[in-house]
């Protein structure tokens, strides 16, 4: 079975600062690899997805996830953080050719204090 | 294009009432459903997934009940709610050529 670890489960940064949220997962079989968003009391927003390709994949606002499979992450960075970008964040991943079931990590909730 | 939809957005019941949560999706057929429960400070909990109407398939055992009487509509239910079930409610969807997930706004259900 697949899982997903979340290794922060909050992360204090100050604006305009770099971050990084952190992702490793374990599979048997190759995956497909999610970031989504959660602003409070709202639902979930895909912020970006690594199907296959280039493993550097960006999302409109500034972030980024670098696919390693090596080491089984998909890191989650941004350069120079908003006090907008205060949510929380949680990477998935799907087994490619087994369902649809996306499987989520914990939850990394990132805090930008001005 | 496609949306999903659910209702209510905040719901506060007793202990001991009944619930009902409920979910549509627009623009698709056949899509599979999902309920989550977020409670506070922990992240996301599958508990119930549907590939079609009357099939449903429950994560964990518990209280709540989930029933898919249309394509396209998916119900989470209970009998008796207990404090524990507070928490905040997604509903999502996902179809065979679409590869991410796609949720509803979410229902925040305080149980007191």
């Known amino acids: 079975a697949q899982s997903v670890t979340q290794l922060d489960s909050q992360v204090p940064v100050f604006e305009e600062a770099p971050v990084e949220l952190r992702c490793n997962y374990s599979s048997s079989v190759s995956v497909y690899l999610f970031w989504y968003v959660q602003y409070p009391n709202q639902g979930l927003q895909l912020l970006l997805k690594?199907?296959?390709?280039?493993?550097l994949v960006e999302s409109i606002n500034g972030f980024e996830a670098e696919f390693n499979k090596s080491q089984t992450s998909f890191h989650l960075r941004k350069p120079s953080v908003h006090i907008s970008d205060t949510a929380e964040y949680f990477c998935?991943?799907?087994?490619?050719?087994?369902?649809?079931?996306?499987?989520f990590g914990g939850g990394t909730r990132l805090m930008v204090k001005p | 294009s496609q949306t999903i939809h659910q209702w209510p957005a905040t719901l506060v019941q007793p202990v001991g009432s009944p619930l009902s949560l409920e979910c549509t999706v627009e623009g698709t057929s056949n899509p599979n459903l999902y309920w989550y429960r977020q409670a506070a400070g922990r992240g996301l909990q599958l508990l119930f997934y549907?590939?079609?109407?009357?099939?449903i398939s429950s994560e964990v055992p518990q209280n709540l009940s989930a029933s898919r009487p249309q394509d396209r509509q998916f119900i989470l239910s209970s009998k008796k709610l207990l404090l524990s079930d507070s928490g905040f409610y997604l509903c999502?969807?996902?179809?065979?050529?679409?590869?991410?997930?796609?949720f509803g706004q979410g229902t925040r259900l305080t149980v007191v």
């Open positions: 549907s590939v079609g109407i009357g099939q």
């Open positions: 690594y199907l296959s390709g280039s493993t």
């Open positions: 998935a991943v799907k087994l490619i050719g087994a369902g649809n079931m996306l499987t």
């Open positions: 999502a969807w996902t179809q065979g050529l679409v590869t991410e997930a796609f």
